[in-house]
């Protein structure tokens, strides 16, 4: 049986949960990182739904009052920063952008991660994940001061590059350079990504679709 992917669209298929009722709910992956939420509010007693693709989990639906998670929180898997916390370092980087000024904007996922998956199962697809995220954080620590990466969900990274940092499109072939040539699964743990530029003004979403578009159209010329 094919191993599910991570749940598409979170927000469409939370708009979609909530017109069956108005209770506030929590959409998350199955590590338990939030993906969406429709309220956030003190207290317990949510219940829980799993979210399945066929007999897999692919993630949980937490409905009825629900405790707000902390939103500076890492990602529990890679130690990266977690969605909402690089939202929140993003908004904090446009609004200390100088007058003419820009950052990046990287969206990238790995090209052999369902692959492992399939192949080797989730336990494999974790240590894939821990394995790159690791390499990343050390790379951008060297090259990149002053940046931020973080998982946005799956095997999905966002990647924020400050206005003094080299293009982005040299730092990726110079990341991909240091990773090893062949990885536990067989192959070069490599990546596919999109840049957009950000220079204020704009939101989170509409940036990270235009870096999105142009991860989809790097794979599309692969």
Known sequence: MESPGPIPHPEKFLDAWLRHGAEPVTLTDRERNVLAQSAARGGDGAREVEVRDGEEVIGYLLIGPVRSRPEAAPDPLTGLLNRPAIERRFASMAEELAEGESFTVVFLDLDLFKQINDQFGHLAGDQA?????????????????????????????????????????????????????????????????????????????????RADRALYAMKRRR
């Open 129 to 209: 994940l821990k394995g790159f995220a690791g390499a990343l954080e050390k790379f951008l620590a060297v090259n990149a001061p002053g940046g931020a990466a973080g998982r946005y969900g799956g095997d999905e990274f966002v990647i924020l590059l400050p206005p003094q940092t080299i293009g982005a499109e040299e730092l990726m072939a110079r990341f991909e350079e240091t990773l090893p040539p062949n990885s536990p699964w067989g192959g070069r743990p490599g990546f596919s990504y999109g840049t957009a530029r950000c220079a204020g003004g704009e939101s989170f979403s509409d940036v990270l679709a």
